[in-house]
């Protein structure tokens, strides 16, 4: 069964970095492209960065266009958010994600907290 584990999360001020990561098992990861989600308090889940299976393709949202890079290591089956000049209004759970066809599958997410 597949499953997604993410961590590294926390609690920055505005201006600094943090680095997510998921953890991919149960499924042939390297055949997928994967998400990343998040969930901001009383707001709409965002789909903040999205990569094709291989990693040669990416994809953002504006809001976070040239500070965030997603990247993924198919050999490991893990996937990583690079968050840089982190704002506040970047705090929300963020999501490991990724749709097979006929489901989605999300993670526990991954508490991101920017506040000076």
């Known amino acids: 069964q597949a499953q997604l584990v993410e961590s590294g999360g926390g609690l920055v001020q505005p201006g600094e970095s943090l680095r997510l990561s998921c953890a991919a098992s149960g499924f042939a990861f390297s055949n997928n492209a994967m998400s990343w989600h998040r969930q901001a308090p009383g707001k709409e889940r965002e789909d903040v960065a999205s990569?094709?299976?291989?990693?040669?393709?990416?994809n953002y949202a504006d809001s976070v266009k040239g500070r965030f890079t997603i990247s993924r290591d198919n050999v490991k089956n893990m996937m990583y958010l690079q968050m840089n000049s982190l704002k506040s209004e970047d705090t929300g759970v963020y999501y490991c994600?990724?749709?097979?066809?006929?489901?989605?599958?999300w993670g526990q997410g991954a508490q991101v907290t920017v506040s000076s």
């Open positions: 994600t990724f749709w097979d066809g006929y489901r989605s599958y």
């Open positions: 990569i094709s299976s291989t990693g040669g393709w990416t």
